[in-house]
């Protein structure tokens, strides 16, 4: 009896400890677009498991990208007030144990809506902090991962090396630099010219992908 109870009160302890607050960023502005799908197949997995889950969806929050000049005055001190689209969603990363990002590739970069979030949200005091000698990052208690959609096929990909270069710029670029770690960067590819059965069976690994990853 002693041990039944000992092995029931582990078996709590390991799941509590595994129970992950994921943090959704989506950017594409169709709302019927397979990212859109991919969002909801990964945020039904997720919620199946067992894990905590928000999505922000950036195109249906409005959410705008570009840093003013008012912003990009104080982008270092990070003095005086921050505007409060920007507080809200740096309070949903502080919530966050891991980030998924979603987005479709635009000149093999992400949408300027993405970009944007990046610029004014992950600033200097919040993600990081720089001087002379050293960056050092601020959210090192977070991992990230990244699905990307192309419609190019793996023999470009592969031959130019772009996904090699798109993982560096974002692994050490930019979250590398506020201290998270890109647990995962995954292709999904040729997606425009694939059929809607195709796509389904896409989705189906993605949702079997997720569950390895969690």
Not at 45 to 59: F, I, P, T
Not at 60 to 75: A, D, I, M, N, T
Not at 116 to 131: H, I, K, M, N, S
Request: negative net charge; hydrophobic residues 45%; aromatic residues 12%.
């Amino acid at each position: 009896m002693v041990l039944a109870t000992f092995i029931f009160s582990a078996q709590i302890l390991f799941a509590e400890k595994e129970e992950q607050r994921v943090l959704i960023i989506l950017a594409h502005p169709n709302p019927e677009s397979f990212n859109h799908a991919i969002s909801k197949t990964i945020e039904a997995k997720l919620l199946e498991k067992g894990h905590q889950v928000r999505v922000r969806d950036l195109y249906k929050l409005g959410f705008e990208p570009l840093l003013s000049l008012e912003e990009w005055k104080r982008y270092e001190s990070q003095a005086g007030d921050t505007p409060s689209d920007v507080k809200s969603e740096q309070a949903e990363i502080q919530w966050a144990s891991h980030m998924i990002f979603i987005y479709p590739t635009w000149w093999w970069g992400p949408p300027a809506m993405m970009k944007g979030y990046l610029d004014r949200v992950f600033t200097p005091v919040f993600a990081f902090e720089a001087d002379v000698a050293d960056i050092r990052g601020k959210l090192k208690d977070k991992k990230v991962s990244i699905i990307q959609t192309t419609g190019a096929d793996e023999n470009f990909i592969k031959e130019n090396g772009m996904d090699i270069s798109v993982k560096k710029l974002m692994a050490i670029g930019i979250f590398g630099f506020c201290g998270m770690e890109v647990a995962h960067h995954e292709f999904l590819i040729g997606i425009s010219t694939k059929s809607y059965d195709e796509l389904k069976v896409v989705l189906e690994e993605v949702d079997a992908m997720v569950g390895g990853w969690f």
